[in-house]
Every structure is written in structure tokens, then in C-alpha cells.
């Protein structure tokens, strides 16, 4: 994996063009990590619809799309208005939206494109019927359940066919489907819910075109819930010490690192990186420290100021100089993209590329 | 306090014309809380260098001039570009920079406008030399004092006298004096630290035109280095349950506010709000919960995904409802504003502005 040797002339051209810190994508990892999801999808009869959050760009969207997708997923309304712009077609918006429905955004993005939408309130689908009256066209919606996230989402299927009955009930809103987003020990707890949901279904003589899960954790998953049509995975592009967690990857497989400079060797055992929580945000993701430098394994990042990154660098045998550029994968590359308005793309030793993260910061 | 009445015409204009979540400044505010601390200033006889990585806005930044400001302070070259490009002069970039130094853009920046830059090791001076060389112009520099945060800064009077030798030995460094960021309890050892790096530049036929003290909370020390210069203090302008915390602030202090709006009831004692870490960021500053909200004081925010803010409500008499617009006091200012394009400016029940966050995510 060339990514991850010591590439000395690399690290130069990349803090001679850009600077320190910033956010390299290897696309070979990426290109990777997107056939291993397709294929797992693939194999357990599921459609692919990768949850665009992670890289917030529609060149990896597409890529994505490109190697089998059947559409993405997305977290707001304004990320859907940029994925729409750059052509694609196939949008489901995970959330009840209720600020992006109240300003008319709704109405005007569902005109030009049509977006599938998804609520677990009487509210939100008020709203929805209301901007796709504006817009002058039905919107397709999911129902969103519950099954011990305990986020969003109904808790029961008797709430949930009640809201089906609503969207029946009106004109405006067409239903689609159920969403789920199953804990990882909750697929059998998802299996009861849906098949009281589809019995109830029956009788109000509705289908559900997509029952959808969701995670990249969940991967592990795939084929454990019978019925279900899709799954939506979002980290798993990208991965991160996270993922190496929970099991579902290995440090090669994580495509986004952060270059950060040393700037700082004050004591003896300490040093200081350029890159702190406005970098990474502080997202620990339950694990110990913030991130894992590649050069440095056993260089620990204890803490962060907004520019700072603390090194503890007691236990390193070889400690890094001032100057060094080390490179960090993240603990959770998701807040970590979000950070940054353009990823550097390279491929073996190369940039061949620039990915504004077009979708970033657009958060109603 | 006409910002912290429900008021609710102006949160329905809000989030007819933006959507939630978005955030909101009470200019009002504002102007009390920079008059404030530059009365403090004032009365202490120290020039106020206000940091702007809390706002990132020239506007605030000129604000903050206007009532009488010496300069300011960044924490990146780029965000030192984004203010000069707006017309100012008096600029100090409070850390090592060596990956913006290494790209070229440092020189670049520094040609246009004269910076104050800051070093506490050798390889920096190196690579400011060098940017000054290629700028065609010298450059100030202050050398970074470490008296207990541990993070950057010598550790010794010893340390910090062979760099300023180091500088005054270099045609293109100017010796412009010491910075320190003293722990809230570190004021004794600074002025311990700060007599003896006096008498030894003396020695060295040197001055320093600038003896820098930094940080909000130490606004309550102010007074106490005998020769400081001036202060450096960032969170002051918007304040936040930080400062609330550490005495510095009340809640009528704090000026910024999320808008957000109650997507989901899904339990009896818990509810969504559509604003999470990638809003608020993860940053809890040590204290229980990630926000203090205005209109239920008993919810509590426990919990963030990167959209959805997580209330338990089991507490609350009153409990918010569904398509309620509630007002976010964050934890952390300086990064929660990071997380936005634009600041929606209000003064008593009007909008009068909307304020590019200009500097975001300018991390080199």
C-alpha cells in the first residue's frame, strides 16, 4: 500500500502546494473500499446507497454511482441541492426536515429534482405536503423507525402505519417506504417491527418500494433482515480508527489522512502539532486519544486546543523533530472532512486531483 | 434584554428566510461585550489584540478597532490574509507556522502587509528568515513563553534569551518581544519567568515593544505582569456556558445563539433537535451537557450525532414540541462559529445584517 511508506518527496510537494494541515484522499484506497461495499451489497441481493455525509463530494458520489450505486443518501436538504446540481437523481434525505421545509428550500429543491424525504411525525409530513404543493408535485416519503437507536424514528408499528395512513390520506405525499437504522444488536427487534408494519401494510393496500438500512458497522449485517431492499453506509468510502474499532476495517484500508506539520518540541516528551480541534473537531468516538499517526505509532495525541494537537511522546522509543510532516488518520473521518473545503486526491505517489467538499457547511 | 424574550415573530422571519439551524448574533450584545473588555484594557493601561478566531469576521474585527482595539490576533496565516485583504495592519499570528511558511504563502502574506510572527524554536526562525527574504522585507517576531499550559512556548528564560539572540543576529528578523499565554493560576510565575528575560535582553541591547498576555478568563488577572503591554482575549466578544462557567460571563452576556428547531418526539421524555456535533462540534469544555437552552433551561442536551441533538426531557415541566424553534447558548463559541458560513446579525427584533464568517476553515 503506497500510501502509507515514508514518502519523503510526497509530504514535499503536498506542504510546498498546500501547506500544513490539510486533507489527502488516496483514491486508490477509496476505489477500493467502494467495490468491497458494492460487492457486499451485491452478494446480499441489496441496493447500494452510500450516505454521502462522509465526503460531501459529488466527484465521489458519483464514483460511488459509477461502481453500482442505485442512489445516495443525505443528511440535509442543502447537501441534497448540491448533489442534485451535479446531476444526480436518486436522493433519499434521512431526517425530518423541518427548518429546510418552513423556508421554502424544500419546495425549491424537490422542483428541480425529486427527492424522497423521511419523517416520523405528523409535523413533518405536514410540511412535506405543503412543499410539494409549492412546488407542485407529490413527494415520496419514508416512514422512519425506530428499532433502538433511539434517535429519530417511531417506537412502534402501530405508530408507523398510522403515518402511512396519513400519506395515503393525502394527496400531496406518496409513501415509499420504512427506513431503519437498526443498532448492531438490533436486526431481530427490526425483523419483529417490520413484519408487523408489512402485515398492516396490506391492509391499507400500500407497498413500501424501499425498506432501507443503514451504517457502515451494519456491513457486517447485510442479509439479516428479510425484506429489506437497500443499504445506506457512509463512513466506510473513507473509513477510520472507528471503523478499525469496530472491526469492519484495517489501518490500509483508511484512504483519509491529515498532514499535519510538528511545530512545536518544547519538553522533552512532549510536541505539538499544527492541526487541533478545528482540524479533526474533538470526536473521540469513545476511543483513547485523537488520532493515529502513522510515523509515530506510539506517539500519543492526548488532547487538542482549536490548533493545537497535544503529542504525549513518553513511550516513543523515536520521537518526531520539529518540521517532520507526520500523517493522522482520524478517529472519525466524517467530522473530519466536514472541517475542510477541498480534499487532495492522489493516487501511488501523485496528486492527481483536487475535490472541493462542495457539500460541507450546508447544514439546513 | 430584548434577545433572551421569546420572541417569537422574529424566530418565525429567522426560519422563514434561513431555515434552522443557523446563528445568530445580538449586535447589541456584542458592542457591550468589546467595550467591556476594552474599558478593562484600559483601565489596566495594556493595548487590547483581540483574537478573531472566535468570530472570523472583518466586520467584528473592525468593531473591535473602532472602540479602540491596537491590532489583533490569528491563530493561522490565513486567517491574518482574509484581515489585512479587509485593511488591517496590526496583526499577530499567535503560533510556530511552518507549513505556511514552507508553501510560499507566508512571504506572499507578508508582502502585502507587515506580520507579527511567532516562534519558540529555531526551525521556525529558519523558515521566517526565509519567507522574509523572499517578501524582500524583515519581519517581527515574538518569542512564544511557555509558564504552564504545556502546550507551545520555551520553558526557560534561558531558551527564550538565545532565540532573541538568534533573532538579532538574523538581517531579516526583528526582535519584537515576548507572548505568553499564562494557566489562570500562572501569573506569578510569569512575572518571575518575564523579569529575567528582561534583564538578560538588556544584556543583548535588545527591547521588547510587546509583552503579550492572552485568554479570556485571564481578563479577571489582568494588571497583574507587571510590564505586559497588552492582552490578547477571543471568546469575550460572544461569551458562552464556558465563560458562564468560569465567572467571566452571564448568560445576558452571550451574544451568539443557535437557532434549531424540535424534529422528533419519538418518547415521552426525549426529543431531536436538527443541529449536532457538526453544528455545535463535540467540545463539551468540561462541563455536563453540549448546550444550555434559553426557552427549556430543564432540557438537557446529552447526546450529539452529527445532525441530530439528543434532549432528555424527563425533567422538564414543559417540554418542547415538535416544530418548536428553541435558542442554543453553545458550550464553546470559538467553535461552534467555525461550523457556519455566516453569522445572521440581530439587534433587538431585527435582522440588520448577515456577516460572512470570512476566515473559516482557513487551517494553514
Redesign the interface.
Known amino acids: 500500500m503506497t500510501s502509507f511508506k515514508h514518502n519523503t518527496a510526497l509530504k514535499d510537494t503536498i506542504?510546498?502546494?498546500?501547506?500544513?494541515?490539510?486533507a489527502v484522499v488516496d483514491l486508490d484506497i477509496v476505489e477500493q473500499n467502494i467495490q468491497r461495499v458494492q460487492r457486499l451489497c451485491d452478494n446480499a441481493d441489496l441496493a447500494n446507497r452510500p450516505h454521502i455525509?462522509t465526503h460531501k463530494s459529488s466527484k465521489l458520489a458519483h464514483m460511488q454511482l459509477n461502481a453500482g450505486a442505485q442512489g445516495i443518501t443525505c443528511?440535509?436538504?442543502g447537501e441534497a441541492k448540491i448533489m442534485a446540481d451535479a446531476g444526480i437523481k436518486d436522493i433519499i434525505i434521512a431526517?425530518?426536515?423541518?427548518?429546510?421545509a418552513?423556508?421554502?428550500?424544500l419546495a425549491a429543491v424537490h422542483q428541480h429534482t425529486s427527492l424522497k424525504v423521511c419523517a416520523?411525525?405528523t409535523?413533518?409530513l405536514n410540511a412535506y405536503a405543503k412543499a410539494a404543493q409549492d412546488a407542485n408535485k407529490p413527494i415520496q416519503v419514508l416512514i422512519e423507525c425506530?428499532t433502538g437507536q433511539?434517535?429519530?424514528?417511531?417506537?412502534t408499528p402501530e405508530e408507523a402505519l398510522k403515518l402511512a395512513a396519513t400519506i395515503k390520506d393525502d394527496p400531496m405525499l406518496q409513501f415509499e417506504g420504512w427506513l431503519f437504522y437498526p443498532p448492531l444488536d438490533g436486526w431481530p427487534a427490526s425483523q419483529v417491527f417490520l413484519d408487523k408494519v408489512s402485515a398492516g401494510l396490506s391492509e391499507l393496500n400500500l407497498q413500501a418500494n424501499i425498506i432501507s438500512t443503514g451504517g457502515t458497522p451494519n456491513l457486517v449485517n447485510l442479509g439479516k433482515l428479510q425484506g429489506a431492499t437497500e443499504h445506506r453506509a457512509g463512513t466506510c468510502i473513507f473509513n477510520d480508527r472507528m471503523m478499525i474499532n469496530a472491526n469492519v476495517a484495517t489501518l490500509e484500508d483508511c484512504a483519509l489522512q491529515i498532514y499535519?506539520?510538528v511545530?512545536?518540541?518544547?519538553?522533552k516528551d512532549?510536541g505539538?502539532l499544527?492541526?487541533g480541534?478545528?482540524?479533526f473537531?474533538?470526536?473521540t468516538g469513545g476511543l483513547n486519544g485523537f488520532g493515529y499517526i502513522i510515523e509515530y505509532p506510539d506517539a500519543h495525541i492526548h488532547k487538542f486546543?482549536?490548533?493545537?494537537g497535544?503529542l504525549d511522546l513518553s513511550i516513543c522509543t523515536n520521537k518526531p523533530e520539529?518540521?517532520d510532516i507526520v500523517r493522522v488518520i482520524p478517529n472519525h473521518a466524517?467530522?473530519c472532512v466536514?472541517?475542510?473545503?477541498q480534499l487532495i486526491a492522489i493516487r501511488g505517489n501523485q496528486i492527481v486531483d483536487v475535490l472541493p467538499v462542495e457539500a460541507?457547511?450546508k447544514?439546513?
Open positions: 506542504i510546498e502546494t498546500y501547506g500544513t494541515p490539510c455525509k443528511q440535509k436538504l431526517t425530518n426536515l423541518l427548518g429546510a418552513r423556508s421554502g428550500q416520523d411525525n409535523v413533518a425506530d433511539h434517535r429519530a424514528g417511531v417506537e499535519t506539520s511545530v512545536s518540541r518544547a519538553g512532549r505539538i499544527d492541526a480541534s478545528k482540524t473537531t474533538t470526536d486546543a482549536e490548533e493545537h497535544f520539529i518540521g466524517c467530522v466536514n472541517m475542510f473545503d460541507r457547511g447544514l439546513v
